[in-house]
């Protein structure tokens, strides 16, 4: 008896096991061979789901724009379940003169609760403004990876508790790691190009890593476990929304001289994707902005080079909603793809940046999605990618309304991807 017993135990459990491996089987090698890149046929974005032709700004605007943006919300990153009850309070803020006089450094912690319960969440938000600028300036505004004293060697900044996403834990930064991304960030560049710049460590709006949501804002939210709910790159946009507001509460009220009007979003890496969905849920942001955002971002899915949506729903699956994991062995099945997140911005600015040794977020499919979202910046009355038909040379940017370069180096964000960033502001807000 306790031989069969053990036996049709030892069975059950390599069926189980077997069953398991079927539902989730190895992610396949990257491929970085252009001639493997698999055949497809992408969604088109002037094209309704039951197969209308959009051919009128108006349709654009009143039938296919939210049949994508609740594609995307329900597929992919998922829906928040944001009623209005969460209330930020500005606790703290401290104002100083820096940089010899050159701009001027703000430092808010923001509160965010509802009312009546707990917890607190509390984000930290480092702005500068620059001081020789006659009248309000636009701003980028952008979540960084490391912490507010990383931006810039400043040593006015707060040092302040912040999530080590590898360990799961939080700790107290010392002074040696103030600026070590200084080179990401470029303040003083753009502050004498007359341009503010505002900032918040990323994982204090929720830690980085899977279960991190207990530790962040959506612990206020109504979640329920749902495929379609909100995960933590949604979370993330819904931050740069609320860190807008409190810009233009503070631009009102005449303690900014920031034009509101005029506040490009930008990211680099998965905060590139964020920067996108931000950008395509919230039309107040002026120019979007995406650095080397590859997969889930601005490369497109049905190419599958470099990270596909197989390894990423497996390494990061916390960044989109339960539904996006379906798609992992059927991209083709995606009812979008990501040209059509691009197109989501139009007709408002968005530039989008590769690096040649950045495979992985394959730079190709990333202009590609520029390329082929083109059609909708046209049809709104503006000139798009401006007639570009190939990938352009390396350190050649392009491009009209939707601009793109590729630029020497690797995964990174660079002085020369802030020069283009700055003159694509210029050129559209100045």
Aim: charged share 20%; aromatic share 10%.
């Amino acid at each position: 008896m306790y031989s069969f017993r053990f036996f049709a135990l030892s069975c059950a459990l390599l069926l189980t096991m077997s069953l398991a491996n079927a539902q989730n089987p190895p992610v396949a090698p990257a491929n970085y061979d252009e001639t493997k890149i698999p055949d497809f046929t992408l969604t088109d974005p002037l094209k309704t789901s039951d197969g209308r032709i959009v051919d009128t700004p108006e349709m654009w605007n009143n039938v296919r724009r939210p049949e994508l943006l609740a594609l995307f919300d329900e597929q992919m990153f998922g829906k928040l379940s944001d009623d209005g009850s969460i209330t930020i309070t500005i606790r703290e803020k401290h104002t100083e003169s820096v940089f010899n006089g050159k701009g001027t450094r703000h430092q808010l912690v923001l509160q965010f609760s509802k009312q009546g319960e707990s917890p607190e969440i509390v984000i930290n938000v480092l702005i500068y403004t620059p001081n020789n600028v006659a009248g309000k300036v636009p701003a980028f505004l952008g979540l960084n990876f490391m912490g507010n004293h990383t931006v810039d060697a400043d040593p006015g900044i707060r040092l302040n508790t912040i999530w080590n996403r590898s360990e799961r834990k939080q700790y107290q930064p010392t002074a040696e790691e103030r600026g070590r991304q200084s080179s990401r960030w470029q303040i003083e560049k753009v502050l004498d190009r007359g341009y503010a710049t505002a900032t918040a460590h990323y994982c204090d709006i929720e830690p980085d890593f899977n279960g991190g949501s207990i530790h962040g804002v959506r612990q206020l939210f109504d979640q329920k476990g749902e495929p379609n709910e909100g995960n933590t790159i949604a979370t993330w946009a819904w931050g740069l929304s609320r860190i807008y507001d409190v810009l233009a509460k503070l631009a009102e009220a005449g303690e900014l001289n920031i034009d509101i009007n005029k506040v490009i979003v930008h990211g680099h890496s998965r905060l590139g994707k964020t920067s996108l969905w931000a950008g395509a849920l919230d039309e107040r942001f002026a120019i979007v902005i995406s650095n080397n955002s590859g997969c889930g971002g601005a490369a497109l899915s049905r190419r599958e080079y470099g990270e596909t949506v197989h390894r990423i729903n497996t390494s990061f699956p916390h960044w989109f909603n339960g539904n996006f994991k379906k798609y992992n062995l059927d991209v083709n099945a995606l009812p979008f793809d990501q040209h059509e997140l691009i197109a989501l911005i139009a007709p408002r600015p968005v530039y989008i940046a590769s690096a040649v040794e950045d495979r992985w977020a394959d730079p190709k499919g990333e202009f590609l999605s520029g390329f082929y979202a083109d059609p909708v910046y046209r049809l709104l009355g503006t000139d798009g990618i401006a007639g570009v038909k190939e990938m352009p040379g390396v350190n050649q940017p392009v491009g009209g309304r939707i601009g793109y370069h590729i630029r020497t180096g690797a995964h990174d964000v660079t002085e020369y991807d802030w020069e283009q960033f700055l003159n694509f502001a210029d050129k559209h807000l100045k």
